[in-house]
């Protein structure tokens, strides 16, 4: 082995051989940026307190509101782990707990009015990231990789639990 040698870290002499490290690091990375540019356009927008968690957990939550039980299913965390992430998005005003009309012993968790509008401009945010993406590797490219993805990566692999998976909570 060559001492400087990189190992499993995207390497500009060996970016042409395709190296079988580099795609999960390229893809992780592309996910960072846009992730990165998102909250850093929602921080100007009006939303600097919100975090990648917190959206994973209000799409969790969804339009018809959840409980923090299903939110860690669905994020794929204990319900402890979910409650915290919910107690922090009501302390910013981004959820609240509201009765659950068919079981009063149970609470709803609710995405109030600035949660919504976080989750609205995150979209036009992406489909502008997105855009930027179409504009440096050509319409075509974006589209045949996103193709791609679609071929390769199973359904059940777009799942909330991104916390979970990377040993987070």
Same mark, same amino acid.
């Given at each position: 082995?060559?001492?400087?040698?990189?190992?499993?870290?995207?390497?500009?002499?060996?970016? !042409?051989?395709?190296?079988?490290?580099?795609?999960? #690091?390229?893809? $992780?990375?592309? $996910?960072?940026?846009?992730?990165?540019?998102?909250?850093? !356009?929602? %921080?100007?927008?009006?939303?600097?307190?919100?975090?990648?968690?917190?959206? $994973?957990?209000? =799409?969790?939550?969804?339009?018809?509101?959840?409980?923090?039980?299903?939110?860690?299913?669905? #994020?794929?965390?204990?319900? =402890?782990?979910?409650?915290?992430?919910?107690?922090?998005?009501?302390?910013?005003?981004?959820? *609240?707990?509201?009765?659950?009309? %068919?079981?009063?012993?149970?609470?709803?968790?609710? #995405?109030?009015?600035?949660?919504?509008?976080?989750?609205?401009?995150?979209?036009?945010? $992406?489909?502008?990231?997105? *855009?930027?993406?179409?504009?440096?590797?050509? %319409?075509?490219?974006?589209? !045949?990789?996103?193709?791609?993805?679609?071929?390769?990566?199973?359904?059940?692999?777009?799942? #909330?639990?991104?916390?979970?998976?990377?040993?987070?909570?």
């Amino acid at each position: 082995m060559v001492d400087d040698e990189k190992v499993n870290q995207v390497d500009e002499r060996h970016k !042409e051989k395709g190296r079988g490290y580099e795609l999960p #690091l390229l893809l $992780f990375g592309g $996910f960072r940026t846009l992730i990165d540019r998102l909250h850093a !356009e929602l %921080a100007r927008q009006g939303h600097p307190d919100l975090r990648p968690a917190h959206g $994973f957990a209000m =799409q969790a939550i969804g339009a018809a509101g959840a409980t923090a039980s299903e939110v860690g299913r669905r #994020l794929g965390v204990s319900k =402890q782990a979910a409650g915290k992430t919910v107690d922090r998005l009501v302390t910013l005003g981004y959820a *609240a707990r509201t009765d659950d009309p %068919a079981d009063a012993r149970r609470k709803l968790i609710r #995405l109030t009015p600035h949660g919504v509008d976080a989750l609205r401009r995150s979209a036009v945010v $992406f489909d502008a990231l997105r *855009a930027e993406w179409a504009q440096a590797l050509g %319409a075509r490219r974006l589209g !045949e990789l996103e193709s791609g993805l679609r071929t390769v990566v199973p359904p059940d692999a777009l799942r #909330l639990d991104a916390a979970g998976w990377l040993g987070g909570s």
